[in-house]
C-alpha cells in the first residue's frame, strides 16, 4: 500500500510508513500552524483501510443516531412494539446515509457526517404532549396498569403511533423550506461578513462544552468503563500514534513486500471500542456486573439489550410515505422551525471545525450557502422518509477527525453507503446495539473535548491581551452555558410565556441551545463594541480565506463534481450565491469601480494586486 496513485491530478502516497516518514502535514489555510494528518480532505485511502475507517465513522456516529428512536418511541406511543421500533431505527439510519452523500457530494463537499438532530426532540415532545396525542393503549397499559382492548403492536397500536410520524413528518417537510431558502438565496454568505474569530470560536467551543452532560450521562452506568475507553482513546491516538507495525503488502511487478502501517494513529477509536467491548463481555461472563437494571454497573453488560438481535427483520428497504400520508399543523411547524434555525446555527460553526481538522482551507460563503441549502433538502428527504427528526452536522464524527487525523472525504462517503446498507439490513446493525453505554460515554469524552479544543484554536488571530476581546469571549461562553441551564429546570418550564405556544416553542427551543446563545452573544458584541480589525482578528481571518493564488487553488476541493468545468463558462453562476466563485453585487460594483481605475491610471488600494484580489476580500458574502 505504499505505492504512489493518482488522485485528483495529484500525485500522494497510500503508504502509511511513507507517510510517517515523510512528516506529512496539510496547511489548512489559516495561519501559520499546520495540522499534522494522514489523509486530508482530498485524498483516498486504499480500498481495505477505506471501508475499516468508513467503519469506524459509523460507530461513532451510531450510539446517537440508534438511540434518538428509542428516546422518541415513548412520546410517540411505540412502547411495546419492537418492530415498529426497529423499523424506525432502520429508516433513522438509512435517512443519514442518503443525506451524508448528498452532502458530501452536492452540498459543503466536507468530510461531514449527517444524521438526525436531538435539537428536533424539544420541539416534538412539546408537540406530543398535547391533549389530542395522549397516549392510550398498550402503552398506557405498560405505564399506568389501566385496563385496555388495544394489544401491543395490533393495526390498532401500529395507527397510534404511525398517525404520530405522520403529524412530526408534515412539520419537518414545511419547516424544511426555510432553511432551503435561507442556504440557496446566500443569506448565510450574508451573515459570513458579519461573523470573524471571535464569533466562530465561542459557538464551535459551546457545541462540545454544551455535550458534557450527555457524556456524563453515558458514562454514569459504569464510570470505570468510561475512563477505561478514554484511557484506550488516548494511548492509541496519542502515546502510541508513530508507533508502526509491520505490514505485509503487495506491489504490482515486484510482489510480496515489507512495509509498515500506522495502526494506532489510523484506528484508535475502532481499536478503543474492540478493546473496551471485550473487557466489558468478559466481565459480563464473569458475572462481574451486576445483574438487575437497579444496581450500578449493570449498564456495562455485553446483554443488556442482545434481545434486539432476535427481533430486528433480516431485510427491509425504507421508503417515502411509508407511514402513510404527512399531515401539518401550526403547532408542529413552529416547533420544528426553532429546531431549524439551532441547526444552521451549529452546522456554520461545524463547517469551518471539519475544514480545519480535515486539512482543508475555512469553507467560501458558497460552499455554506450551499451546505446549509442542501441540509434543508436532507431534512426534506427525513420529512418524506419519516425518520422522526431533521438531518444536521454530527459534532462527534468531527472529533473522530480530529483524533483519527483521517479527514478524507471518500472515508466519509463511504460511510455514508455503509448507513445505508446498515438501514436495509436489520439484524447486522443490530449487532452493535448492544455496545454498552458507558462505551459510548467515554467516546463522547474524548470527541466532544476535541471539539471544544477546535473552537478555541481560532483564538490564535485575536488579540487575547486585549480585555474588550476578553470581555466579549467570557460572556458569550458563560452564557451560553448559563441560560440553557437555567432553562432546563423543571421549575423554569413555562418561564417563557408570550401567549402563543408556538412562539413559547421557539424562543424555549433557541434559548436552549448553546451554540445558538453563545454565538448570537458573541456575534453581537464583536460587531457593537468598537475594535479594529486587527484587534478583533479580522484581518488574519480574511487573509485565510482569501481566495487568491495558492490559496484559490486549495478551493476547488469546494467545487462541485463532474459539472464545475462546465459551470466555470456560465456567466450566471456568478451571481447564483450557492455556486463556486459567487460575486455578489457589492463585489462586482467595486470590481467595475477599479476597472475604471485602471483605465485612467489609477493605482488599486494598498496591498492589492489588482482589482480581482480587491473584491475577492468581500466574496465571502
Not at 512495509?259 to 478503543?272: E, G, I, K, Q, T
Not at 441540509?375 to 425518520?387: I, N, Y
Request: net charge neutral; with cysteine; glycine share 10%.
Amino acid at each position: 500500500m505504499s505505492r504512489s496513485e493518482k488522485g485528483n491530478g495529484e500525485e500522494w502516497s497510500t503508504g502509511c510508513g511513507d507517510m510517517e516518514a515523510e512528516g506529512k502535514v496539510a496547511d489548512t489555510g489559516q495561519g501559520q500552524e499546520k495540522l499534522d494528518i494522514l489523509y486530508s480532505v482530498h485524498e483516498r485511502p486504499p480500498v481495505v483501510l477505506l471501508i475499516i475507517l468508513a467503519l469506524q465513522q459509523f460507530l461513532t456516529m451510531f450510539g446517537a443516531t440508534f438511540s434518538f428512536p428509542i428516546l422518541m418511541a415513548r412520546f410517540l406511543c411505540m412502547e411495546g412494539d419492537t418492530v415498529g421500533i426497529s423499523q424506525l431505527i432502520s429508516t433513522v439510519i438509512f435517512v443519514a446515509g442518503l443525506s451524508t452523500i448528498i452532502q458530501t457530494t452536492v452540498g459543503v463537499r466536507l468530510p461531514i457526517i449527517q444524521s438526525v438532530s436531538y435539537g428536533f426532540v424539544t420541539p416534538f415532545i412539546v408537540l406530543l404532549s398535547l391533549p389530542e396525542w395522549k397516549c392510550q393503549g398498550c402503552v398506557e397499559e405498560a405505564v399506568s396498569r389501566n385496563e385496555t382492548n388495544i394489544t401491543c403492536g395490533s393495526d390498532e397500536h401500529v395507527e397510534m403511533w404511525q398517525a404520530r410520524l405522520r403529524e412530526l413528518q408534515g412539520a419537518l417537510l414545511v419547516s424544511s423550506v426555510f432553511q432551503v431558502v435561507v442556504g440557496f438565496t446566500g443569506l448565510v454568505g450574508v451573515l459570513l461578513n458579519f461573523i470573524g474569530p471571535l464569533t466562530i470560536a465561542p459557538t464551535i467551543a459551546m457545541i462540545g462544552l454544551s455535550l458534557f452532560d450527555v457524556a456524563a450521562e453515558k458514562s454514569q452506568g459504569q464510570w470505570w468503563i468510561s475512563i477505561t475507553t478514554l484511557a484506550l482513546v488516548a494511548i492509541f491516538s496519542q502515546y502510541m500514534r508513530d508507533v508502526s507495525i509491520p505490514f505485509c503488502e503487495y506491489r504490482q511487478g515486484s510482489g510480496w513486500a515489507r512495509s509498515s502501517l500506522r495502526l494506532f494513529a489510523l484506528f484508535p477509536v475502532l481499536l478503543a471500542i474492540g478493546v473496551a467491548w471485550l473487557l466489558c463481555y468478559i466481565l459480563t461472563a464473569a458475572d462481574v456486573f451486576p445483574s438487575t437494571s437497579e444496581e450500578w454497573g449493570y449498564l456495562a453488560r455485553t446483554d443488556v439489550q442482545s434481545d434486539v438481535i432476535s427481533k430486528a427483520p433480516w431485510f427491509r428497504f425504507p421508503y417515502p410515505g411509508q407511514w402513510g400520508m404527512p399531515t401539518v399543523s401550526a403547532a408542529g411547524v413552529l416547533g420544528s422551525l426553532a429546531a431549524i434555525i439551532a441547526s444552521i446555527v451549529e452546522s456554520v460553526g461545524d463547517y469551518y471545525a471539519c475544514a480545519r481538522l480535515s486539512g482543508a482551507p475555512p469553507p467560501p460563503g458558497s460552499a455554506v450557502s450551499r451546505g446549509i441549502g442542501v441540509e434543508g433538502l436532507t431534512c426534506l428527504l427525513a420529512g418524506a422518509w419519516g425518520s422522526g427528526g431533521g438531518t444536521t452536522s454530527y459534532s462527534e464524527n468531527i472529533g473522530a477527525i480530529g483524533i483519527t487525523k483521517v479527514g478524507s472525504l471518500a472515508v466519509i462517503q463511504a460511510s455514508g453507503v455503509l448507513m445505508i446498507i446498515m438501514g436495509c439490513v436489520g439484524k447486522f446493525s443490530a449487532i452493535f446495539v448492544t455496545i454498552p453505554e458507558p462505551i459510548i460515554g467515554g467516546l463522547f469524552l474524548a470527541m466532544f473535548g476535541m471539539v471544544t479544543a477546535v473552537g478555541i484554536s481560532n483564538l490564535q488571530y485575536v488579540d487575547l491581551n486585549s480585555s474588550r476581546n476578553l470581555f466579549i469571549l467570557g460572556v458569550s461562553l458563560f452564557l451560553g452555558l448559563s441560560l440553557p441551564k437555567w432553562l432546563s429546570s423543571p421549575a423554569n418550564a413555562n418561564v417563557i410565556d408570550t401567549g402563543s405556544s408556538g412562539v413559547d416553542n421557539i424562543f424555549t427551543v433557541l434559548c436552549s441551545t448553546s451554540m445558538f446563545v453563545a454565538g448570537v452573544v458573541a456575534f453581537f458584541l464583536d460587531n457593537t463594541i468598537p475594535g479594529t480589525r486587527e484587534e478583533r482578528g479580522l484581518s488574519k481571518w480574511r487573509q485565510a480565506e482569501q481566495p487568491s493564488g495558492e490559496e484559490g487553488g486549495k478551493l476547488r476541493v469546494y467545487d462541485l463534481p463532474w459539472i464545475q468545468p462546465r459551470l466555470n463558462r456560465l456567466r450566471v453562476t456568478k451571481r447564483l450565491p450557492f455556486c463556486p466563485g459567487f460575486i455578489n453585487f457589492s463585489s462586482r460594483r467595486r470590481a467595475s469601480k477599479n476597472e475604471r481605475r485602471g483605465r485612467e491610471g489609477k493605482s488599486t488600494p494598498s496591498g492589492m494586486s489588482s482589482p480581482l484580489d480587491f473584491e475577492n476580500m468581500t466574496l465571502q458574502g
